[in-house]
């Protein structure tokens, strides 16, 4: 709610509760895909941290094959369109950050040099860049990843590929 000079000014949108399956105790770190279709939290299901990925239409949850193996999960992101899922999960006793395809099933494990460990995680829209956060001796720090080289560009519907330059106006 904003208060602007005397008087109360609220949001008027509609108020829905992401439904947590019967199996959920507790629902986190929620994101929400560029286009509104697609919501990541984590859950609490049977003991673990694990992300759930709910079609804020109809409430289904997708299906996440690629990261059952990789738990616990923190910190999603999505893309624009829901495409990309980035987040911070765990193999053995490292953490990684990863991203997961939902077009191709692919999960693309992003390397960090030298020891530094994953915090929290940030997808742009476009899927071509990623904020991490991370811990490096001790020292927090946000690192910058170009992604264009490994993920096609997920744009929202009706955007060309390649949009032309601005040009200056007179």
């Known amino acids: 709610m904003l208060l602007i000079g005397?008087?109360?000014?609220?949001?008027?949108?509609?108020?829905?509760?992401?439904?947590?399956g019967l199996?959920?105790?507790?629902q986190q770190n929620p994101a929400l895909s560029g286009n509104g279709q697609w919501l990541a939290v984590i859950s609490d299901l049977r003991g673990r941290q694990t992300?759930?990925?709910r079609?804020?239409?109809?409430?289904?949850?997708?299906?996440l094959p690629q990261l059952k193996r990789h738990q616990p999960?923190?910190?999603?992101?999505?893309?624009?369109?829901g495409r990309y899922l980035a987040l911070i999960t765990q193999q053995g006793?490292?953490?990684?950050a990863v991203i997961a395809d939902r077009l191709n099933g692919r999960l693309h494990p992003i390397q960090l040099p030298g020891g530094r460990d994953p915090i929290q995680?940030?997808?742009?829209?476009?899927?071509?860049?990623?904020?991490l956060q991370v811990t490096d001796q001790g020292l927090w720090r946000?690192?910058?990843?170009?992604?264009?080289?490994?993920?096609?560009?997920?744009?929202?519907a009706g955007q060309a590929l390649s949009t032309p330059p601005l040009s200056p106006t007179p």
Not at 121 to 131: G, I
């Open 142 to 156: 946000v690192e910058i990843f170009d992604l264009s080289d490994v993920l096609e560009t997920d744009r929202p």
């Open 23 to 26: 199996l959920a105790k507790s």
């Open 55 to 63: 079609n804020v239409s109809n409430g289904s949850i997708q299906a």
């Open 93 to 96: 006793r490292r953490r990684m």
């Open 6 to 20: 005397m008087g109360l000014v609220g949001c008027s949108g509609r108020v829905e509760r992401a439904g947590g």
């Open 121 to 131: 995680v940030s997808l742009s829209p476009d899927a071509q860049t990623m904020a």
């Open 73 to 81: 999960h923190s910190s999603p992101s999505l893309s624009w369109n």
């Open 51 to 53: 992300v759930q990925l």
